[in-house]
């Protein structure tokens, strides 16, 4: 990985970076939160939420960004978000429907009420996964070290990325 | 009660694989995994004894209607299915590798897990749904994590034969997703029963030809049929060998269902083995694989790599009894499935026993191993008698269906040759039995501290060598189930 150093002496860049970065955030969240009215979901607001985290990480640094989001940390929420989708749908069968029925969510208005409840928090599950399984593409990316051989460091489920985080 | 349960079948082991993720603990993953399976085995086998006998018990995901929204069906044929994957999940999970795979560190063993646990959702995920674009998603599921799993294997190979694995699969995943597509076109739905319930297959209609084509095709990767079977001996004789076991027991039989389901539910038997003559394909193609895999098996050198030209030959079995299309050919197929599962998956267990206690299959290594390690060598003997078709085991009453279909189909050129493939497993089960029993150790790697494997090892591939015999004596239970479901097939149903 070639150092950022000369990155980091680019004043425009990180102004700019610095800026954009939380303006991004905010966004990902209301295309996260607005999904159910309008344009969006989760798979999208994960992405954009991701990548406001990784041109922080491009410009600051990956060991910046790894100080607060850990690879662990990635791993365990990209397995929650699956969670969170697979829970709502087995507390659905626990409240009488099928899985993944939301209307079984809401038992007593009927209509859509339920459905609703459950689509949030599906989409949830679905943007904390998607958030976290695109910053672990990135740390792993990041994490690939060129050695003498030619043969990188990290094989398939091997060693951590930059292994000095977990 | 078990109707409302049916979906946990899929759901539970696709929740376990993040929980395992969460939780990081080797050894909690590896008893949360077992568990889960065994639950899996007892929805299986509850499910199969609710069905038998013709029941059907369906499942709505979400509340939807069935031809909209995704229907869990399940019948004889994939009840049947479902309980000899979890089965062998069962059996191959309780194995005790002693540490997994050679190339998984400790601290990342818990990922391990989570993958083995993706595959088994995604295999019964294929099995057990009704729609056919939730097939595909199914079929990716199982196959990405299995490219996962032979990675994973010991010998930097391992990672080739993955991506090589990868790329076959893929391209078998997209020839099945257009031919759903062309179905979907001629249709308009895509639950299984729905499409063939609409779809009025005719030479004529180019649409529908092609997609039985691309499906065909697409499948027949997946399932390793004579000329595209290239990825498989690599793929099996690399991975880590619980995964080879696990794989050979499940991953091809899984995709035999799926050709079945295809040819006679979705386009009926009279249109594919009638009007279309696909067995004029299907037949020399299965005869081939029969003796050219096993020529290959012959001349292999390594335990592993002989198994799994053994196991090309075997879905030459398999796909003869299909092409039959008859009752007795097809429940031969079918009873192969389970017959199969329980050799090939029971001697590369054996195999794991020996590569954990001498380091190496090769056959000169194994020489003379027989007296230093009987019981596992005598495993290797039933499952080895078992490929042959020796009366008194599983293999011998495949062939017995097999070779009766034939027969009764007229076709006694196909019959005699079963029985001269047979002469070919001979010839290599007896190369191996040879080097373990009679042969000299070789001097350059002295045997005398090999000691027996250890019972967390031996006992899961002795518990399917005494199912090898158990099944080949007592064929009431799975010839009676294969039979059943056969006929069920034939029928048009699932």
Redesign the interface.
């Known amino acids: 990985m070639r150092p950022p150093s000369r990155v980091r002496e680019m004043p425009i860049l990180r102004v700019v970076a610095r800026a954009l970065a939380p303006v991004i955030l905010l966004f990902g969240l209301y295309v996260q939160f607005h999904g159910d009215f309008g344009p969006g979901g989760g798979f999208q607001a994960g992405v954009i939420f991701a990548a406001g985290l990784i041109i922080f990480a491009l410009t600051f640094g990956a060991e910046a960004l790894r100080q607060v989001v850990s690879v662990?940390l990635t791993?365990?929420l990209?397995?929650?978000g699956?969670?969170l989708y697979?829970?709502v749908?087995?507390l659905a069968?626990f409240l009488g429907?099928?899985?993944?029925?939301?209307?079984?969510l809401d038992p007593l208005t009927t209509g859509h009420h339920g459905q609703h409840l459950g689509i949030i928090a599906i989409e949830l599950g679905v943007g904390i996964a998607v958030a976290a399984t695109i910053m672990r593409v990135y740390y792993a990316f990041v994490g690939r070290r060129p050695e003498s051989d030619g043969e990188t460091r990290e094989?398939?489920?091997?060693?951590?990325p930059g292994g000095r985080t977990? | 009660m078990i109707e409302k349960i049916l979906v946990l079948e899929v759901v539970l082991p696709l929740l376990a694989a993040p929980v395992c993720v969460l939780v990081r603990h080797p050894r909690f993953c590896r008893f949360f995994s077992l568990g889960i399976v065994a639950i899996c085995f007892w929805i299986a086998v509850a499910l199969l004894f609710e069905v038998r006998g013709g029941g059907v018990v369906s499942y709505q995901l979400g509340g939807w209607q069935p031809p909209l929204g995704i229907e869990y069906r399940v019948s004889t044929v994939n009840a049947y299915l479902l309980a000899l994957v979890t089965a062998m999940a069962l059996v191959v999970l309780s194995f005790d590798s002693r540490g997994g795979p050679p190339r998984v560190p400790e601290q990342r063993r818990h990922l391990y897990y989570a993958v083995f646990l993706l595959c088994i959702a995604g295999l019964l995920g294929i099995a057990i749904t009704g729609d056919a674009f939730n097939i595909f998603v199914f079929l990716e599921i199982s196959s990405l994590a299995s490219y996962i799993l032979v990675s994973l294997g010991g010998h930097r190979r391992a990672v080739m034969s993955a991506f090589y694995y990868l790329v076959m699969g893929t391209i078998g995943g997209v020839f099945f997703m257009l031919g759903v597509g062309l179905l979907y076109q001629e249709t308009g739905t895509l639950n299984l029963r729905d499409i063939a319930a609409r779809l009025e297959p005719s030479l004529d209609d180019r649409g529908t030809v092609l997609a039985l084509a691309l499906l065909v095709v697409g499948i027949s990767i997946k399932l390793a049929v004579f000329p595209l079977h290239h990825w498989l001996p690599n793929a099996y004789s690399f991975a880590p060998p619980k995964v080879s076991a696990f794989l050979a027991a499940t991953a091809t039989k899984v995709s035999f269902y799926l050709l079945a389901m295809v040819l006679f539910t979705i386009f009926g038997a009279p249109f594919v083995f009638g009007e279309l003559r696909l067995q004029a394909v299907l037949l020399p193609l299965s005869i081939l694989a029969m003796f050219l895999a096993s020529g290959a098996a012959i001349f292999q050198t390594d335990l592993r790599r002989l198994l799994a030209y053994s196991s090309v030959a075997q879905v030459g079995y398999m796909t003869l009894g299909l092409s039959t299309a008859n009752a007795t050919g097809l429940a031969g197929g079918l009873v192969h499935l389970f017959n199969h599962a329980v050799m090939k998956g029971g001697l590369f267990l054996v195999v794991a026993c020996l590569l954990y206690r001498v380091g190496s299959v090769h056959i000169d290594a194994l020489a003379g191993i027989g007296r230093r390690m009987p019981l596992t060598a005598a495993a290797l003997v039933i499952g080895g008698l078992s490929l042959i078709g020796v009366p008194g085991t599983v293999g011998f009453v495949s062939k017995w269906y097999l070779v009766s279909g034939v027969l009764e189909r007229g076709w006694t050129a196909a019959a005699v040759l079963i029985l001269l493939s047979s002469l070919l497993a001979l010839v290599y089960v007896g190369k191996v039995v040879e080097a373990v029993y009679f042969r000299k150790p070789a001097e350059i790697q002295p045997i005398d501290q090999v000691r027996e494997a250890p019972l967390g090892m031996l006992a899961p591939a002795w518990v399917l060598a005494a199912a090898a015999v158990f099944f080949g004596l007592t064929t009431n239970w799975t010839y009676g189930v294969a039979r059943e479901a056969a006929e069920l097939l034939l029928a048009g149903g699932i």
């Open positions: 662990v791993e365990r990209m397995a929650a699956v969670l697979g829970a749908g087995v069968m429907g099928e899985f993944l029925n939301y209307s079984a094989p398939s489920l091997g060693a951590e977990s």
